[in-house]
């Protein structure tokens, strides 16, 4: 049949047909033989549905949608082949690019038939039409493609990570929010995905890469020396973890240096306290943060400032002495 078909003009009606014969062959694995199909027989609901699937298969989704519609309302729930139906409409709303109905679609099958055994391949729908609409693909609305379906992206992931749990599908969900947050910027929320599936799957495929990321996440979180240093705490918790549990990896990838960054940033940190207590005339307080910038984190350029400005301030003091009262004990001075 394949010679026959390259030996016809492509588009002739002759090609067309040998095409659709093609299409009715099933594989015996009994007698290794290709044998053609029993056609459909329209008016039944076995033929009917085939009729909708060989249109599918042809690519030609609106013929598909079409035919599905009209098989649901003519045989409705009592027939077995309901659900079945159910789903491949969501299926062919996917190929026309419906995404949102389809999504819907598929929420009420999950709702109705969630125990079944084809609420996996709904759970795949779904996911798939997550994927797209977190690669910036727009819902529909009155026919043109404007509203963001970010929104609707993460509830079907949520949904996928509560109603799956334990499974694949519910890790892949996960880690698929956390790589969004993590694209997109909002780093507090990626460590939070990230952190999550480590704890949630600590056997699964992706806990050294969720280890990795929750890390980065946590130190891209971190604003500058302006702001609270929660988030430079825990990276450097993170990364020390890391380092511990995949030494010969962590070398390549360099944890050792971003702990040294890690370190700098906050004795920079330090430091900058240190400078605004000093500049408001706050000198105690001032001399209390540039010794703690000096013995906490001895090798980096800021102790060596703080240095200079206890210097400076004729505070300089063996380690170990008294480094005066803390500032919250402080009173103010002019």
């Given at each position: 049949?394949?010679?026959?078909?390259?030996?016809?003009?492509?588009?002739?009606?002759?090609?067309?047909?040998?095409?659709?014969?093609?299409?009715?062959?099933?594989?015996?694995?009994?007698?290794?033989?290709?044998?053609?199909?029993?056609?459909?027989?329209?008016?039944?609901?076995?033929?009917?549905?085939?009729?909708?699937?060989?249109?599918?298969?042809?690519?030609?989704?609106?013929?598909?949608?079409r035919r599905i519609k009209k098989?649901?309302?003519?045989?409705?729930?009592?027939?077995?082949?309901?659900?079945?139906?159910?789903?491949?409409?969501?299926?062919?709303?996917?190929?026309?690019?419906?995404?949102?109905?389809?999504?819907?679609?598929?929420?009420?099958?999950?709702?109705?038939?969630?125990?079944?055994?084809?609420?996996?391949?709904?759970?795949?729908?779904?996911?798939?039409?997550?994927?797209?609409?977190?690669?910036?693909?727009?819902?529909?609305?009155?026919?043109?493609?404007?509203?963001?379906?970010?929104?609707?992206?993460?509830?079907?992931?949520?949904?996928?990570?509560?109603?799956?749990?334990?499974?694949?599908?519910?890790?892949?969900?996960?880690?698929?929010k956390a790589d969004f947050y993590?694209?997109?910027?909002?780093?507090?929320?990626?460590?939070?995905?990230?952190?999550?599936?480590?704890?949630?799957?600590?056997?699964?495929?992706?806990?050294?890469?969720?280890?990795?990321?929750?890390?980065?996440?946590?130190?891209?979180?971190?604003?500058?020396?302006?702001?609270?240093?929660?988030?430079?705490?825990?990276?450097?918790?993170?990364?020390?973890?890391?380092?511990?549990?995949?030494?010969?990896?962590?070398?390549?990838?360099?944890?050792?240096?971003?702990?040294?960054?890690?370190?700098?940033?906050?004795?920079?940190?330090?430091?900058?306290?240190?400078?605004?207590?000093?500049?408001?005339?706050?000198?105690?307080?001032?001399?209390?943060?540039?010794?703690?910038?000096?013995?906490?984190?001895?090798?980096?350029?800021?102790?060596?400032?703080?240095?200079?400005?206890?210097?400076?301030?004729?505070?300089?003091?063996?380690?170990?002495?008294?480094?005066?009262?803390?500032?919250?004990?402080?009173?103010?001075?002019?």
């Amino acid at each position: 049949m394949l010679v026959a078909l390259l030996l016809v003009p492509a588009g002739s009606a002759l090609a067309e047909d040998i095409q659709e014969r093609a299409r009715q062959l099933e594989y015996d694995p009994e007698t290794g033989e290709w044998v053609e199909r029993e056609p459909p027989e329209p008016g039944t609901p076995t033929g009917d549905y085939q009729l909708a699937r060989r249109a599918f298969a042809r690519e030609d989704y609106r013929k598909a949608h079409r035919r599905i519609k009209k098989w649901l309302k003519t045989y409705g729930a009592e027939e077995p082949l309901y659900p079945e139906a159910l789903l491949f409409r969501a299926e062919v709303e996917i190929a026309r690019r419906d995404y949102y109905k389809a999504h819907k679609h598929l929420r009420e099958f999950r709702s109705e038939f969630g125990q079944t055994e084809l609420a996996d391949r709904a759970a795949e729908f779904q996911f798939v039409i997550a994927e797209v609409f977190l690669s910036g693909v727009k819902r529909k609305f009155w026919g043109l493609r404007i509203l963001s379906g970010t929104d609707t992206a993460l509830d079907i992931l949520d949904e996928l990570s509560a109603s799956q749990e334990g499974t694949t599908m519910a890790e892949q969900a996960i880690k698929t929010k956390a790589d969004f947050y993590f694209g997109r910027g909002d780093f507090s929320l990626a460590e939070l995905e990230y952190a999550r599936l480590a704890q949630e799957y600590p056997r699964g495929r992706y806990l050294r890469y969720a280890q990795r990321r929750s890390a980065d996440a946590a130190l891209a979180s971190f604003p500058g020396v302006e702001f609270d240093d929660a988030a430079l705490i825990e990276a450097e918790e993170r990364f020390t973890q890391y380092l511990a549990q995949y030494p010969g990896l962590a070398e390549q990838e360099g944890i050792g240096q971003i702990l040294q960054q890690i370190r700098s940033q906050r004795a920079a940190k330090e430091y900058s306290i240190g400078r605004y207590y000093e500049k408001t005339k706050h000198v105690e307080a001032a001399v209390f943060y540039y010794r703690s910038t000096s013995e906490n984190w001895s090798d980096t350029i800021a102790a060596a400032q703080a240095r200079d400005r206890l210097a400076r301030l004729g505070a300089v003091e063996a380690p170990g002495s008294e480094a005066g009262p803390q500032p919250g004990e402080l009173e103010t001075t002019s």
